[in-house]
């Protein structure tokens, strides 16, 4: 059984930063492909930014040069550096892990963690 869970999230003033931090258990991590959505309230489920096994990483253009996406596979830990928030990062930040290659469509993702909310005032 893998469990995903979530941690970092809180208030950030906008052009502000935030780190997540996204801890698995269970079977191996380091050969997974990971990913981080977020959904903002009366919206849906939206892809945020993804990194494979050997840290080939892909961001939604909404979040390119501001995220950063990484693993620290000794710690079977993945993270997402937030930076230059927008009131518009308001969301839940959900981490995942796929079911085979690096991807951003939802359906490719089978344990998911239970989320943390992530907040950006104006």
């Known amino acids: 059984q893998v469990q995903l869970v979530e941690s970092g999230g809180g208030l950030a003033q906008a052009g502000g930063s935030l780190r997540l931090s996204c801890a698995a258990s269970?079977?191996?991590?380091?050969?997974?492909?990971m990913g981080w959505f977020r959904q903002a309230p009366g919206k849906e489920r939206e892809f945020v930014a993804a990194?494979?096994?050997?840290?080939?990483?892909y961001y939604a253009d909404s979040v390119k040069g501001r995220f950063t996406i990484s693993r620290d596979n000794a710690k079977n830990t993945v993270y997402l550096q937030m930076n230059s928030l927008k009131p518009e990062d308001t969301a839940v930040y959900y981490c995942?892990?796929?079911?085979?290659?690096?991807?951003?469509?939802?359906?490719?993702?089978?344990?998911w963690g239970q989320g943390t909310q992530v907040t950006v005032s104006s």
């Open positions: 269970g079977r191996t991590f380091s050969g997974y492909n």
């Open positions: 995942a892990r796929t079911t085979g290659a690096l991807s951003a469509k939802l359906s490719e993702y089978n344990y």
């Open positions: 990194i494979s096994w050997n840290r080939v990483t």
